[in-house]
């Protein structure tokens, strides 16, 4: 169990809010019928679901996990029968309606031995509506000693009806500034790059270990792909008018030949687009401080809304991005508008 | 017993309990005393407003052993097993999960039993939109006319996704939102039963968040309640133990926008994220922000459509005085403009920013009636510029000492404010002549009616003299000739367009063309005689026609060149060749 422990210390740890108020439910007896856990990834909210069935179950009784006894072992090793966990069928995107029938006909029946019986629904946003559906009722009225759990990332998916028939508990994501913090003194990289790189990653401290390649499975490739790419876009302006859209669709074409790296590729644009609009007002805040002197002048060169323009244009391209349109063409349109407009 | 939320609690079990749905719950209980009670009864509304509460309390009532009653006594058998959730004759079906039509088929074979225990039947079908359409057609039938002992009641919080034929044949009460202060005494007087204090403000942001529904407050309230272990709650603990969107930050977001402070917002932004809000939410707050200035600006603070707490209308009310309420307009559609972004975004935080900076772009000095008036003074003046150039272009230097009069009195005049120059100058002059616009004209010239008036100044220049000329020929010229081809032979105005004419020459024009296809020269010999005519008619000169370059050797030659150059350009792009190419390192002579 040791491995086990501290990846969960790992991941657990941003969320000491949330843990002393679920503590505090487990002690006062309160266990409600439903609990949302709301936050983003890589927040420990699976951490927190099996810390709090512990807490309920264990047979010491005081409110807090001891590790000890069987119930705490069993729920640790995930061997525990009365917790259910539901997520998305292997191979499948969403969490279907015969998934939620199959788990009211088990809770149906009464609990082995757990005192309290947990259902955990992991990524509940990616229910289906009809799923959702299904829900409801028994969400609003288990059985005796029966609660759910709904884990999610974000709220918009689910039904308005869902979210009133449970208790929100809300997971903290660390600021940018912890993670450049915790970059610099446990990781040891220096206050500059920590910074690109907590900008880039956006609040998920997966993401920036990934990027930062002090991962195992990071991708070192992207130190070198940002100055370059960056560089790129930064040549554009000043090229011929009638080179632009050749330029365009030379990079579109470089860009799209290496689809694993369209994630990586899509976060650096975000930051250096974004970057160009906030320069106006606070050029202290943006990210890619090694090339402000650059930005400046391009800035200087175009008119203010005109570099709205470009946001507005990018955001609909992750968007087509995202909904599965063709990468090439929706780079090369991407590309092309920007080099037009 | 295990501990059970607030929602679940206290779920009213009489219809005077129910909260804010006078309008449903008088409309039953009268229906059950005057014995007017339909067979099928539909609740809809949105979540947490008590569908579900009264359909049970409606089947209490039914089936109670007092009789028919509008106040069930929630102490026999039958309550008490309907309370339970274990009544026998009473079905509570969640329509979600058993949507199909064979469990439809199972219901409508079991209607025709008799009660066991109870006067009724009573079949509640919760979440009735999501019924399979073969599911809602099964139940046509069973619906119109069911035996005397069965009542079916449906809730759905969808009603636009039930069928018109099962509508027609229920009777349908809308359940609304609860208002804002109902709620909050409903908390108010649940609180004092759980033995708590909590300060009055504090309950009203409850309620305010619950956005009409009770589920929804009693959830938030539950939290709250649970998160420490005090007994009396003031209102900062509550917004705290909310940390939903802190009102005072959609505050300054809206004071930032209405400042144009870019600076500011980017630095509220990455506060609130910091704070680990949701900003999804928040920008939902945001719209509702300004959506209260908008109702603000239009209909004063006192409207009842406003949802909020009186100091805050006060603020709201400061903030947005002296602007336009085509402004606020303006940034609230933008908002909304924009929502389909912030939602798909993969980072909420940089679309949020990008929003809040193009709001802050769009001028609230421009004022649609400044426009409108600038735009008249163009207009007039373009008026008079035509004016003058079509009666008195000959005058034109008698012009300038009239102008030059006119100047001195207009002088001491603050321009700017086209109302206040026109209006005595009108009156000075009964004629509205060209000339009181003149000196604003002066002043500051529009580019491209400047440039406009004198080119129109010096095309009117020479164009006598041009016409002088005309007159002087007589005899018209070949452009005029070809006019007329134009209009009596369009094919050979064509091919003429196409080729050069000489006119030199004092008794024939010739026409060379370039080259001819045999169809057009065929053409043209058929129409031979009729261009003589026309020519020497309007030209007074025979025309002849030359075709040059049409000799069929060159061509042959020009096309067998490019079959070379084509088989040259084959044989080099061949792989072989340029495989031995690079392997000799060699050059194709």
């Known amino acids: 169990m040791p491995a086990a422990s501290s990846e969960m210390n790992r991941e657990a740890l941003p969320s000491s809010l949330a843990l002393s108020e679920l503590a505090y439910i487990v002690q006062t007896g309160r266990i409600p019928n439903a609990l949302l856990f709301y936050g983003p990834r890589g927040t420990g909210k699976k951490q927190a679901a099996l810390f709090f069935a512990q807490a309920c179950n264990c047979r010491t009784n005081n409110g807090r996990p001891c590790n000890l006894c069987a119930s705490c072992k069993k729920i640790a090793a995930g061997m525990h029968p009365d917790m259910i966990f539901i997520g998305p069928a292997e191979n499948k995107k969403m969490i279907t309606i015969s998934q939620i029938r199959d788990m009211g006909s088990i809770i149906a029946s009464r609990a082995n031995e757990a005192a309290f019986r947990m259902v955990c629904i992991l990524n509940a946003d990616l229910m289906t509506p009809q799923a959702q559906n299904a829900l409801l009722k028994m969400l609003e009225e288990p059985p005796e000693h029966t609660f759910f759990i709904l884990a999610v990332a974000q709220t918009a998916p689910l039904l308005p009806t869902i979210l009133s028939r449970c208790r929100r508990i809300d997971f903290q994501a660390l600021a940018d500034h912890e993670i450049k913090k915790m970059l610099c003194t446990q990781y040891g990289l220096d206050p500059e790059t920590a910074h690109i790189i907590s900008g880039t990653a956006g609040s998920d401290l997966d993401q920036a270990l990934r990027l930062s390649g002090l991962n195992k499975a990071g991708a070192p490739d992207w130190k070198m792909l940002r100055p370059w790419l960056i560089k790129e876009i930064c040549r554009f302006p000043a090229t011929p008018p009638h080179q632009k859209a050749f330029k365009g669709l030379d990079l579109s074409r470089r860009l799209s030949a290496r689809p694993e790296y369209i994630l990586d590729v899509m976060a650096v644009l975000r930051t250096v687009f974004r970057d160009f609009c906030i320069l106006k007002y606070r050029s202290d805040k943006i990210v890619n401080l090694d090339f402000l002197s650059v930005f400046k002048d391009i800035s200087m060169m175009h008119s203010y809304t005109r570099m709205l323009t470009w946001m507005t244009l990018f955001h609909e391209t992750e968007k087509r991005l995202e909904s599965n349109s063709g990468t090439r063409l929706t780079l090369d349109r991407f590309f092309l508008s920007l080099v037009v407009s | 017993m295990s501990y059970q939320v607030l929602a679940l609690k206290y779920r009213p079990q009489t219809f005077s309990d129910v909260v804010g749905q006078d309008h449903v719950t008088t409309t039953l209980t009268n229906a059950i005393s005057g014995n007017r009670v339909p067979h099928a009864l539909l609740l809809a509304g949105p979540r947490g407003t008590g569908k579900t509460t009264i359909a049970r309390i409606m089947a209490k009532a039914m089936t109670c052993q007092t009789g028919p009653t509008p106040s069930p006594c929630n102490e026999c058998r039958i309550c008490k097993d309907i309370i339970s959730g274990h009544c026998a004759d009473v079905f509570e079906i969640d329509g979600a999960s058993n949507n199909s039509v064979e469990q439809i088929r199972e219901l409508r074979d079991n209607v025709a039993y008799m009660p066991s225990a109870a006067r009724y039947k009573i079949y509640i079908i919760d979440e009735v939109h999501m019924l399979s359409v073969a599911a809602f057609n099964a139940l046509l039938k069973t619906l119109e006319e069911p035996p005397d002992h069965v009542l079916f009641i449906f809730a759905t919080t969808e009603v636009h996704k039930i069928p018109a034929t099962i509508l027609s044949r229920c009777q349908r009460h809308d359940l609304s939102r609860i208002a804002l202060d109902k709620i909050s005494d409903h908390l108010e007087s649940l609180c004092r039963k759980e033995g708590y204090t909590v300060e009055r403000e504090g309950l009203e942001l409850i309620a305010l968040e619950a956005d009409g529904s009770i589920r929804d407050g009693l959830s938030l309230l539950d939290r709250i309640l649970s998160a420490g272990p005090e007994k009396e709650i003031d ?47 928040f920008y939902s707050g945001i719209i509702a922000q300004f959506r209260n200035l908008n109702i603000i600006r239009l209909c004063g603070k006192e409207s009842p459509v406003l949802n909020m707490i009186e100091t805050e209308k006060h603020e709201l009310d400061r903030m947005c005085k002296k602007f336009s309420s085509a402004y606020l307009g303006m940034l609230l559609d933008l908002l909304l403009k924009e929502e389909s972004i912030v939602r798909f975004a993969s980072h909420t935080q940089t679309a949020v920013e990008m929003v809040l900076l193009k709001m802050i772009q769009i001028e609230p000095e421009i004022r649609l009636d400044e426009i409108i008036t600038k735009v008249d003074l163009l207009a007039r003046r373009m008026e008079n510029r035509l004016g003058r150039a079509g009666v008195d272009a000959p005058a034109s230097q008698c012009d300038n000492p009239a102008r030059e009069s006119v100047q001195p009195a207009e002088q001491p005049q603050p321009p700017g404010d086209p109302f206040t120059e026109k209006v005595p100058l009108a009156a000075h002059r009964p004629m509205p002549e060209p000339v009181p616009y003149e000196p604003a004209h002066e002043q500051v010239p529009p580019s491209d009616i400047q440039t ?118 084959a044989a080099t792009g061949h792989p072989m060749v340029q495989h031995a190419v690079r392997l000799f390192n060699a050059d194709i002579i």
Request: with cysteine.
């Open chain 2, 235 to 281: 209102r900062q603990m509550i917004a705290q133990r909310l940390r939903s969107t802190d009102r005072k930050i959609l505050f300054s977001i809206a004071s930032a926008v209405l400042e144009r402070d870019g600076a500011q917002l980017i630095d509220l932004v990455s506060k609130i994220n910091d704070a680990g809000m949701d900003l999804k939410e």
């Open chain 2, 452 to 569: 406009d008036s004198s080119g129109s100044r010096s095309s009117s220049g020479p164009a006598p003299p041009l016409r002088q000329e005309q007159a002087h020929q007589g005899p018209p010229t070949w452009s005029q000739f070809m006019d007329v081809l134009q209009r009596d032979l369009p094919f050979i105005f064509g091919l003429f367009s196409k080729g050069r004419a000489d006119t030199s020459n004092p008794d024939k024009v010739i026409v060379t063309l370039a080259s001819c296809s045999g169809f057009e020269q065929s053409r043209l010999n058929t129409k031979t005689k009729v261009l003589t005519a026309l020519s020497r008619k309007h030209l007074g000169k025979s025309i002849e026609v030359t075709i040059e370059n049409n000799t069929g050797p060159a061509d042959e030659r020009f096309r067998q060149q490019e079959s070379r150059q084509k088989a040259e350009q």
